[in-house]
């Protein structure tokens, strides 16, 4: 068979162990003893024309290539300070020296069916992703830095250290060879090409920077015939890149990226300390730090303790210093008193250390990625890998841009900020949640063809959107969008969607419940500056053809559309009181009407609507009295009735008196027999409450005479006017309809 | 005095022969005044096997790392303070921890509402003190005191229930390493090896919190109550098995059936849910610790023995459950009725221990 050649003298292999600071050191150090004439580094070739952009960049950041086709097929190869591939493209920068990534090209990688990040995927054996971390478990250590650091480093010949590695590889790799795959022979075969390629460009000496695994696959060169049939048949493609900013979150493991570390911070920190030597303690000041900075005791003494407990752990361990596990153990049982919230801020702030990278501004981007770092930096929201909260007043002009970038953005699919929901802020003031994450980068990528702006960008996509919408709600949801965005060609195209819709549109529940989506649109309309009278007449026509359909919506259906009904009735009772005019509010009273009246309809939706139209006063207390009772004479759909009528008022039963008089003159009212048939249903739809409204409810049917005395009874008639009229001027003019219930309430108070 | 005559020998004595074992083998350095070596102490309180083949029975079930910290604590400067809820072998762990770093375990304080100073500094024999006035031949040393002349580890149970002036002067004691006399004018100065453990729990009422002050001396480790069922079982039946043989009991341990179904219903309670996820329980008041299910086990041991055949069955178990489950008579027996009910009446092969439940509730 083919004969071996032995890789010539001039080539020295150095493996590394991936984001690994020991073995950026032993890079460093190497590439200055043997100073080569070029260094080829493990990454795919297609990125060789972005290195000239490495003066501009501040680690951690990543390359970014994906296929010009297809921009979703993507890949990052990641650098951080203290990586080996980092340091020596640095070296390389400084000394002038050519460098060349010597992978498989990206365009081969990514058509690959695993993950095409080098190395990562769950699959893949422990040995083939981390082989010095493989050797540092062997040898007792659950830190690799400090096993490369303690052991390897500190008794070997730093000369020697590439060569030792070599062999240990080489070991390692005979007792797993049943884990190297196709994908990884086909990977080495590329590599063996490209260190021919640099043997016949140069005469001197060459670096080779790898994962530690390949090693042993490049000491011994094959026939270059055999490599080159391997290599047969690998796609091409044209591949575009750039530089993006990562961050340490990212390069966590603990966020899915295989070949990742579990504690960068701690890297970058034993990196920063490697020469000073004073890691440990230098450690425990930074975290006292941070415990104060949250105003948690971390004094000084402290801090001495905690060094001293790291090292008595590490040497109970027989370990020559304190590795991350004995960090962290101190740090809990010295500076948290054992309690682990606080140490989860220190896991946070110095274990995985967010720091978001930055790239310079001649590092090619696309169109789009330099329009929105052009608003970032005009609207002073610089990207962030911790979460940032932010509030916005829409009354102020930047506020306003801000609001209208981040809703422009995730129609883009890049959801840096997430409206804040838990609080109700009002018309004019929105919060946000603001957080950057590095693989936007690649959903800007892929934006990057609807527009080179992100107002176009987001126009198009809302107008392809609104384009492609079939059903009532999806037009709505896009006119809220494009409203949100303000972009105005986008509200018209989705107007006219919904009126498309809307007229193909046969079921009166879908037109009903997109109405709640476009009230809120109604109200923040004005604010948004768009017209609020182009939404309200989208708004009315949607309830009138939908108010009209009602009725006929809920005779004959199953308790599933039911549930859909009762849903829909509600969200548009919402909707009409929230934004409609006094004629579309009578014709949704209409609606609701003919629904209670209709005989055969499904009792859920008919029972909700009861309730509302008594809760507005169109129907009085007797009606519903009559209701009630014709519903528990109809042996089918009674339960539905009273669950309709009762759902979700378990609070308001409680404390409103009329409501619980209905229901309990209709309860007191019934014969004994019709009492026996009621028991069950009143049973089921009081069984959807929880225990504490069930036992509130109790306590008021045990006290029931005391609501009505406490009303009619002994009160100041003064105070209590005086609340009400104060509480009337907060609530405004717009109080009508809850007056009854507020004056009985305030006089219950009283 | 031998192991036989006492009722509960303590841990150096119980375990002498494993003491010698353990530091008979052991080379490494030791610091001043300890009986062995910090990595000895934790093969001691873990278990193990020695290199001549001695077995070392293990005294702690759980983490290594936490009894390695709590080891590591005692040889730097700081004392140690074990947390957890009741019976997660707080002071079990001291104990043992004591005996094998000092040999003794009996230099004891024990903190309760009614701890004075005396039982912290010092006491006079007064007799002595009105017959020759104030000297060194009229004081009482506490334990506290003793260790500190001796150099040996000091135990304190409950410190949290101490109140709270009496707890504050530890800190001098812990920060000083001095305890002065002003009577005398002298000062006991504690020599190399002295050191405090102390323990608290974080769940009872009726505790005083500690000041920071006198937290900033202490090293915290918390003990978490075991980890697994399978961990719980081995530590119930093994404890059972022992205090049966100490107290005489009559009847044979218990087989592993009837230990794991207590653990397991103590463990349901406890996390609220059974063990499959399926079902959401009440949760009773009490802690329902690890060490009471010991004690139902061994007082099922103690009834079958003294009234029974002999072996353990549901019978003796139901009122031992009842006993530790309901300690607030009407939340606890709801939430043990439905357990009851919706749980034990399921499992087909547990229908002794519902028909024998059910009894007793009556």
Redesign the interface.
């Known amino acids: 068979m083919a004969r071996e050649q032995p890789l010539p003298d001039r080539v020295t292999l150095l493996g590394i162990r991936h984001h690994g600071p020991g073995s950026a050191r032993m890079v460093a150090a190497a590439l200055e003893a043997v100073r080569p004439e070029v260094v080829l580094i493990e990454g795919p070739p297609e990125g060789d024309a972005l290195l000239p952009h490495v003066p501009s960049l501040t680690p951690p950041v990543a390359l970014l290539l994906h296929d010009e086709a297809e921009p979703a097929r993507a890949a990052f190869w990641p650098f951080a300070e203290f990586s080996p591939e980092w340091r020596a493209m640095t070296w390389a920068r400084v000394n002038g020296v050519p460098v060349r990534f010597f992978d498989l090209p990206a365009a081969a990688s990514l058509d690959d069916p695993e993950p095409s990040d080098s190395d990562s995927a769950d699959d893949v054996p422990k040995a083939a992703v981390d082989p010095l971390g493989t050797l540092a478990e062997a040898a007792g250590f659950d830190d690799p830095e400090r096993w490369w650091e303690d052991v390897v480093e500190h008794h070997t010949d730093p000369r020697d250290l590439a060569e030792a590695v070599a062999e240990a590889m080489g070991a390692l790799r005979e007792e797993f060879a049943d884990q190297v795959d196709a994908r990884t022979l086909r990977r080495e075969a590329a590599m063996r090409q490209n260190v021919r390629q640099a043997l016949k460009d140069v005469e001197g000496s060459i670096a080779v920077v790898a994962g530690a695994w390949h090693v042993p696959a490049l000491r011994t060169l094959p026939p270059a015939s055999v490599d080159a049939a391997a290599l047969k048949g690998l796609p091409r493609k044209k591949i575009s890149g750039t530089w993006v900013p990562w961050s340490h979150g990212r390069l966590a493991a603990s966020s899915g990226y295989g070949a990742g570390v579990a504690s960068p911070g701690w890297y970058a920190h034993l990196w920063e300390c490697a020469e000073r030597g004073d890691a440990v303690p230098r450690w425990f000041a930074k975290a006292c730090g941070v415990l104060r900075a949250e105003d948690l005791?971390g004094?000084t003494?402290?801090a001495v303790?905690a060094v001293?407990?790291a090292d008595?752990?590490a040497?109970?361990?027989g370990r020559p210093s304190p590795g991350l596990?004995e960090v962290m153990?101190?740090t809990?049982?010295?500076l948290?008193?054992?309690?682990a919230t606080p140490l989860r801020l220190v896991h946070e702030q110095l274990v995985v250390g967010e720091r978001l990278g930055e790239v310079g501004e001649d590092v090619p981007t696309s169109p789009l990625a330099a329009d929105l770092a052009r608003w970032q930096r005009r609207l002073r929201m610089p990207p962030s890998a911790s979460v940032k909260p932010m509030r916005f007043d829409l009354r102020k002009d930047t506020d306003r841009e801000r609001s209208k970038l981040l809703r422009r953005l995730e129609v883009l699919d890049v959801p840096w900020g997430t409206p804040d929901t838990t609080r109700t802020l009002g018309t004019f003031a929105e919060a946000w949640q603001l957080h950057w994450r590095p693989e936007f980068a690649v959903a800007l990528a892929v934006a990057a063809r609807h527009g080179t702006t992100v107002e176009a960008a987001a126009g198009t996509v809302l107008i392809a959107r609104a384009a492609a919408a079939t059903r009532v709600v999806d037009a709505a949801e896009t006119l809220s969008q494009a409203v949100g965005c303000e972009i105005p060609e986008a509200v018209a195209a989705s107007r006219q969607a919904l009126d498309r819709c809307a007229a193909a549109a046969t079921d009166a529940l879908e037109l009903l419940s997109a109405l709640p989506d476009l009230a809120t649109t109604v109200r923040y309309g004005s604010v948004r500056g768009t017209d609020p009278e182009l939404l309200r007449v989208a708004l009315h026509g949607l309830l009138a053809r939908g108010a009209v359909g009602l009725p006929l919506a809920c005779r004959g259906v199953d308790d599933d559309t039911a549930e859909r009904a009762v849903r829909a009735v509600e969200g548009a009772d919402d909707a009409v009181r929230l934004a409609a005019d006094d004629e579309h509010r009578d014709t949704w009273q209409r609606a609701l009407k003919s629904l209670v009246a209709m005989p055969d309809a499904h009792g859920l939706p008919t029972g909700r609507a009861t309730r509302l139209l008594w809760e507005t006063g169109a129907l009085d207390s007797d009606e519903v009295a009559t209701r009630l009772h014709r519903a528990v004479s109809l042996a089918a759909g009674a339960t539905a009735f009273v669950a309709g009528f009762l759902r979700g008022s378990a609070a308001l039963l409680t404390a409103d008196p009329r409501l619980f008089a209905v229901v309990d003159e209709w309860l007191t009212g019934l014969s004994g027999a019709d009492f026996a048939a009621a028991l069950p249903l009143l049973r089921r739809a009081v069984g959807e409450f929880s225990p504490a409204e069930r036992r509130m409810l109790g306590d008021r049917v045990k006290g029931s005479t005391a609501g009505g005395a406490v009303a009619s009874g002994d009160w100041d008639e003064e105070l209590a006017a005086r609340l009400v009229g104060h509480v009337r001027d907060l609530l405004g003019a717009g109080a009508g309809a809850g007056t009854g219930a507020g004056t009985g309430r305030a006089g219950a108070g009283a | 005095m031998t192991t036989e005559s006492v009722l509960r020998p303590a841990a150096e004595q119980q375990y002498a022969a494993e003491l010698a074992a353990v530091a008979a083998a052991d080379d490494r350095p030791r610091p001043p005044r300890w009986r062995m070596s910090?990595?000895a102490v934790?093969t001691y309180v873990l278990g193990g096997r020695l290199p001549d083949g001695t077995v070392i029975t293990p005294k702690y079930v759980g983490d290594r790392?936490l009894v390695?910290?709590a080891?590591?604590?005692l040889?730097?400067?700081?004392a140690l303070?074990l947390?957890g809820v009741p019976g997660t072998a707080k002071s079990w762990l001291s104990e043992h921890i004591a005996a094998a770093v000092s040999g003794n375990s009996m230099l004891v304080v024990q903190g309760t509402a009614g701890t004075g100073e005396d039982q912290v500094r010092y006491g006079w024999n007064y007799a002595r003190l009105i017959a020759e006035g104030p000297s060194e031949a009229a004081i009482v040393a506490s334990p506290v005191m003793t260790g500190m002349r001796e150099g040996a580890v000091v135990r304190v149970e409950e410190l949290t229930r101490m109140p709270a002036e009496v707890q504050d002067s530890f800190i001098t004691i812990l920060s000083e390493k001095t305890l002065p006399v002003p009577e005398l004018g002298i000062q006991v100065q504690a020599v190399p090896g002295f050191t405090v453990i102390a323990t608290a729990n974080d769940r009872d009422r009726g505790v005083n919190q500690m000041s920071?002050a006198l937290?900033?001396r202490?090293?915290?480790?918390?003990l978490p109550p075991p980890a697994t069922e399978d961990d719980e079982v081995e530590i119930v039946s093994a404890r059972a098995a022992q205090l049966g043989r100490a107290l005489q009991l009559p009847a044979e341990p218990p087989a592993l059936e009837e230990v794991r179904r207590v653990v397991r219903i103590f463990r349901e309670l406890r996390n609220g849910s059974t063990v499959d996820g399926r079902t959401q329980l009440k949760k009773p008041s009490g802690s329902l610790s690890t060490a009471e299910a010991i004690s139902v086990v061994t007082s099922g041991m103690a009834l079958a023995g003294h009234f029974g055949s002999g072996t353990i069955t549901a019978d003796e178990l139901a009122s031992g459950l009842l006993g530790a489950v309901v300690k607030d008579r009407v939340s606890d027996t709801a939430a043990w009725q439905e357990y009851l009910e919706a749980v034990v009446k399921e499992r087909a092969e547990w229908r002794d221990l519902y028909r024998a439940c059910q009894d007793m509730v009556g």
């Open positions: 005791p004094s003494a402290s303790e001293r407990l008595a752990l040497a109970m361990r596990s153990e101190a809990l049982a010295v948290c008193g054992g309690d | 910090p990595q934790v790392r390695e910290v080891v590591g604590t040889v730097t400067d700081r303070l947390v920071s937290a900033r202490f090293n915290t480790v918390v």
